[in-house]
């Protein structure tokens, strides 16, 4: 049984902030990338890899008490991934301090949220991506809410999504299109009008089973 199909039969999760904070106190999983598409790593050596990072931003709603995640709408008119659902994120540059630099330095110019907004909790293992791509995703909270800065360049628009539906598997399902001669597989789920997919919702993926090895142990 691959990850994917393990990750689809598994439990929902219903975490707490202080449980994330815990939980990128504890070790991380033995796999050092992940990915959705199992022939991926066979097709794509890993020193052909551009570095990128994303922002997994968590925010914790006061009406609520709810943890809700920020992804944003790429714009329509973009090259690559036009109206795709992402996390705010982009290309390493060489001259940034660190991929955690690039992840913040991505959410300001995307979003306007500046990095003293944040507290960074943690990472989690590389996402690898078919177009070439091994995105460190860095889980970060958003302790200090200002009014979003939309460049509208790159975001259409900005969507707060409940964390617990995002951790629970039952709303995810597989999906596969072919590119080029070859079929690939990917995750998707849907919410509120939103679909959510590849490289993303296999990030989400990889928190759930980051928190889920937490958890366990």
């Known amino acids: 049984m691959t990850a994917v199909q393990e990750f689809l ?6 975490v707490s902030m202080d449980d994330i904070r815990a939980a990128f106190t504890r070790p991380h999983l033995p796999s050092p990338h992940y990915f959705t598409d199992q022939q991926l790593p066979e097709q794509m050596p ?26 944003t709408q790429r714009a329509l008119h973009m090259r690559n991934h036009p109206g795709q659902i992402a996390f705010p994120g982009g290309k390493h540059d060489p001259n940034d301090a660190s991929i955690q630099y690039t992840a913040l330095r991505e959410t300001l110019e995307e979003v306007g949220l500046a990095p003293d907004c944040f507290e960074l909790l943690g990472e989690l293992h590389e996402y690898c991506t078919i177009s070439g791509f091994c995105i460190k995703p860095v889980v970060a909270e958003l302790t200090r809410h200002s009014e979003l800065s939309l460049c509208r360049d790159e975001v259409e628009s900005v969507h707060w999504v409940p964390l617990n539906y995002l951790l629970n598997p039952a709303n995810y399902r597989t999906r596969s299109k072919h590119i080029g001669n070859t079929e690939r597989s990917f995750l998707e789920v849907e919410y509120d009008g939103i679909r959510i997919w590849g490289a993303t919702a296999g990030i989400l993926c990889g928190l759930y089973e980051h928190l889920a090895h937490y958890q366990s142990l």
């Open 46 to 71: 890993e020193h052909k890899y551009r570095p990128a990072a994303v922002l997994i931003p968590l925010f914790t709603c006061p009406q609520d008490d709810c943890i809700k995640v920020l992804l």
């Open 9 to 14: 039969k598994a439990p929902p999760l219903t």
